[in-house]
């Protein structure tokens, strides 16, 4: 198969073209082609990244048989400037890379990009790096987690929940006790209440009700978005919301209150998307995200503690690349963005 592509070289780089025309599902199918294919490349991710601030350009290689690209702009506070970014991708075969970061250069330096951002999903010990070097990239900031949880929920309940730590089952059984329930529900008010307690609590920011109403919006009628709350005698205690792609289940946004926290509503509610989602034809749940190896006296060490509790195989990504087109600009944009996350920092593109 590699063989095959290397003969194809000249003609993956002729045919970078526009993919709009192909429509969601098609785009889908064709992306879950590729190893890569991941939730970030998808078309409503796309859509939704759109809707705040993104436009995006969707890219086929081969008419998608070597891959495709979601490319992600946004204009800079920069007078005048883009920067571009390609979340969790592109999703090509290993011989059309070069080609590919030439297309997605040239594109960027034809609008106005200062700088071109590329975040493969790919793990450590892929050729990435060496591909990014070839074409002056170096390495950057990730946006997204370098580090994740991946756990295989394609098991009967009673194996899956014996696969747990001792500590997670008691919880999990310790909820479910006391009374705790969960119901899956589309109200993003009351969820938008729970996340902005939780990130207040945590120093963090997390998007608001028109984000994830957003978000129910375009993945709700394919079931690729669920959310979760967890109630106790008429108290709401917690929420997740867990989205879909392919075979794998994504858990991206939380929040709880600090009240009851004894009565451990997360492990319950993680439960139930576990055994929702692999109906659904899930394998695979994706924490999205944990510290690497922190110390007992990290910030983040509990939520370590909690999402690895549940087993699974913690992977690292290689992280993200940038190719810098206009540094002058690039620096002013950096001090104006810090200026700007001082009052609000970035949610997850």
């Known amino acids: 198969m590699r063989a095959r592509a290397s003969q194809s ?12 025309a192909l429509g969601a599902e098609a785009w889908d ?40 690209c979601s490319l992600q702009r946004t204009t800079t506070l920069f007078p005048g400037g883009a920067v571009y970014y390609v979340p969790r991708g592109p999703a090509v075969v290993e011989a059309a890379r070069m080609q590919v970061l030439d297309a997605l250069e040239r594109r960027a330096r034809a609008r106005g990009g200062i700088v ?14 060496a591909f990014f070097e070839g074409r ?9 987690p370098q580090a994740t949880q991946l756990l295989n929920i394609d098991l009967d309940p009673e194996p899956l929940k014996a696969s ?6 008691y919880n999990l059984n310790l909820a479910e006790r006391k009374g705790v329930t969960v119901a899956g529900s589309k109200d993003v008010r009351t969820f938008a209440r729970l996340t902005a307690e939780t990130a207040k609590r945590q120093g963090i920011h997390l998007p608001g009700a028109t984000y994830y109403q957003a978000a129910i919006e375009l993945f709700a009628p394919r079931d690729e978005v669920r959310l ?13 919301m867990v989205f879909r792609f392919g075979e794998t289940a994504y858990y991206l946004f939380g929040g709880s209150i600090d009240r009851k926290r004894e009565l451990m509503p997360n492990y319950l509610l993680h439960w139930q998307a576990m055994l929702d989602f692999r109906a659904l034809g899930c394998h695979t ?35 993200l ?3 810098v087109m206009r540094p002058g600009p690039l620096r002013v944009e950096q001090r104006l963005q810090e200026l700007k996350t001082r009052i609000r920092p970035p949610i997850l593109r």
């Open 9 to 20: 070289l000249s003609d993956v780089a002729a045919t970078v073209t526009h993919g709009h």
């Open 29 to 68: 199918r064709l992306l879950l082609d590729q190893p890569e294919g991941n939730l970030l490349q998808s078309w409503n991710w796309g859509e939704l990244q759109s809707r705040f601030g993104w436009s995006v350009e969707r890219l086929l290689v081969g008419d998608g048989r070597h891959g495709l």
């Open 116 to 129: 071109l951002r590329v975040e493969p999903n790919a793990r450590v010990g892929d050729e990435w790096p």
């Open 136 to 144: 002056a990239f170096s390495q950057g900031t990730p946006v997204q």
């Open 164 to 169: 747990f730590k001792p500590k997670t089952r």
């Open 228 to 240: 979760y709350l967890a109630e106790h005698d008429g108290d709401l205690l917690a929420g997740i």
């Open 285 to 319: 749940y994706d924490w999205w995200g944990i510290p690497e190896e922190p110390a007992p006296d990290h910030p983040w060490f509990g939520l370590y503690r909690f999402k690895t509790g549940f087993g699974g195989e913690t992977i690292r990504y290689v992280g």
């Open 321 to 323: 690349y940038e190719r």
